[in-house]
């Protein structure tokens, strides 16, 4: 801060300049405690990104308390910026190695506002907000909005309001090209994060959901930030700055084949759990899906990028927390029945609106793979709506609870219902599509009991199913055929197949997942194909040493929903 007198400028003798809008922001919006360090204060601390440490403790008007870091924003400038969570008053401490600084404390107040708060897992396989609503995730991708012209915020925004996403993917550091934009003298290059901010905040202020990936991969956030220390240093520069939005952490484009890249993940995860005091869902992108990190106690929820249902369908049924596939727009309905929340890339049309508008009817947050059908797919929530995918036009059956049920009949490319006149009622709904030239989505439901329900957003009427896999080799109902030969080799692909053991109604239709993994080498599992047979190509990244112990399993899902898990162990060589 600089004063004038008789002409000259004079630099303020406080050793430290604040400038705070904290005062009477809504709930849900970010403000700010931003400090200029000058004089002994600024001499004291020449590099604020490595030698200033600035903590806030924030308690809420019911006591919450949230530890707040602070970020650098260039020259000698720290900024503490928070979101107040509920209206009322809040009351602040400081700790930091600024002596001026430390122990500063005070109040500011917050005011209403009608945002529903920040999302979170809900339900098992499901999400809601902090004002204890459901949440229909509907997710598309803008993984350039940091990189590309000013105006691609403006082309976001218009195709979410067309389509009524809710979610957008943004990479923050983008990758190895984007490197001299992002990182500067060894720290964060804070011109373009200045920016960065000035595009996710209309994102913000529309009520989207910000899904931030923070690289490309592993070995860039390794070139960037080599040891331990640097990388924690950037992860709590990144919480600091970007933790106060509504946010999803989702980790990396694709982690799998870095060196040691699941370690590295989980350095990354455990520090961004530990860090954000908002506690926002965690996770990673993947080739194939992240849920071979889950074991690591970092992630709340798993994203998957394939449109196989078999990988879709049988990780639903083994992982106890919310799934979010990125998909296509024709692929949608697919993954709704695999029981995932969808990302959408490629060209989308219309389709993403007619979904959301159809879902949002429904109680999605209590809707579970269901299987008691034939010749369709379907989610459910027993006994109240059975939402079928159907895609040929053959006779289909659904089993349902002995009541009466309206019959609709959805276009999803169109978003026009066609109800079926008469009610249904009896316990085995048959029926056919209106015509074959496309995909139907078949809904049967109490909609009178619908109606009365959606008045309270309970997330338990009733318990979701969560089985226990059968490992039993006399209990599964298959057996590995191949591989067959031993050792297995990088260098050749491997040909694979399962044989069923018992022929039953619930065994003419098995989805199966094939993956393997090293567990020595701890680099976890790798998805290696689907299906009853084919032929895989073991990666090299799946172990650090060799000759390794490959162990081989198959996972299954029977027509009746039932999860099954068979294993066979290899030698693995190069």
């Not at 709340?300 to 990125?326: K, R």
Request: proline content about 7%.
């Amino acid at each position: 801060m600089m004063i004038v007198r008789g002409g000259f400028a004079l630099l303020f003798l406080l050793p430290v300049y604040c400038q705070n809008t904290c005062e009477n922001v809504a709930a849900y919006s970010p403000c700010e405690f931003a400090y200029e360090l000058f004089g002994t204060e600024a001499q004291a601390h020449p590099d604020p990104y490595r030698d200033v440490e600035f903590h806030a403790e924030i308690r809420s008007p019911h006591f919450q308390t949230f530890l707040v870091p602070a970020y650098w924003d260039g020259a000698h400038k720290v900024v503490i910026r928070f979101t107040p969570t509920e209206a009322g008053q809040w009351t602040y401490r400081f700790t930091s190695n600024v002596k001026t600084l430390d122990g500063q404390q005070g109040t500011f107040n917050a005011t209403e506002s009608e945002s529903p708060g920040y999302v979170h897992p809900a339900n098992v396989h499901h999400w809601w907000t902090d004002n204890k609503k459901p949440h229909l995730w509907m997710g598309m991708i803008a993984d350039r909005l940091a990189f590309n012209d000013a105006q691609e915020v403006e082309r976001v925004i218009a195709a979410a309001d067309a389509e009524k996403f809710n979610h957008v993917r943004v990479s923050i550091l983008g990758g190895p090209a984007d490197r001299a934009r992002v990182w500067a003298g060894g720290k964060p290059n804070v011109q373009f994060f200045d920016e960065l901010d000035r595009r996710i905040l209309p994102l913000q202020k529309k009520g989207l959901t910000i899904d931030l990936v923070l690289g490309s991969d592993p070995d860039y956030l390794r070139a960037l930030a080599p040891d331990w220390q640097s990388r924690e240093r950037l992860v709590q520069y990144l919480v600091a700055r970007y933790a106060p939005f509504n946010i999803t952490w989702q980790g990396v484009m694709r982690w799998e084949d870095a060196a040691d890249g699941r370690a590295l993940m989980k350095e990354v995860g455990l520090d961004l759990k530990k860090m954000d005091p908002y506690d926002h869902p965690r996770s990673s992108n993947s080739k194939v899906t992240s849920s071979p990190l889950l074991p690591d106690g970092w992630m709340t929820f798993v994203i998957t990028n394939s449109t196989d249902d078999q990988l879709g369908s049988v990780e639903h049924q083994l992982y106890t927390v919310p799934f979010v596939g990125v998909t296509t727009a024709q692929h949608l309905w697919s993954t709704t029945m695999n029981g995932q929340y969808p990302v959408i890339e490629g060209d989308f049309g219309n389709i993403p609106k007619h979904w959301w508008d159809f879902m949002s009817d429904t109680r999605h947050w209590e809707l579970e793979p269901y299987f008691d059908v034939d010749n369709t797919r379907c989610v459910a929530l027993e006994g109240i709506e059975y939402v079928n995918y159907v895609e040929k036009s053959i006779p289909l059956e659904v089993s349902v609870e002995k009541h009466g049920y309206d019959v609709f009949w959805f276009d999803p490319a169109t978003g026009e219902y066609i109800t079926q006149k008469k009610k249904y009622s009896g316990e085995h709904f048959t029926g056919q599509t209106p015509d074959s030239s496309h995909p139907w989505v078949l809904l049967v439901a109490r909609e009178g009991r619908k109606e009365s329900m959606l008045r309270s957003y309970k997330f338990d009427s009733r318990p979701v199913p969560v089985q226990e896999i059968e490992t039993s080799a006399a209990k599964v109902p298959y057996q590995i055929v191949d591989p067959s030969k031993d050792p297995l080799s990088l260098r050749v692909p491997t040909p694979y197949s399962v044989k069923v053991t018992r022929t039953t109604r619930a065994t003419r239709e098995i989805m199966y997942l094939w993956t393997g993994e090293v567990a020595a080498d701890g680099q976890g599992f790798r998805v290696l194909g689907t299906g009853p047979s084919g032929t895989f190509q073991i990666p090299r990244s799946i172990a650090t040493r060799y000759p390794a112990v490959l162990n081989i399993r198959v996972s299954a899902l029977n027509a009746n929903g039932k999860a099954y898990s068979a294993d066979k162990v290899f030698e693995l060589i190069q």
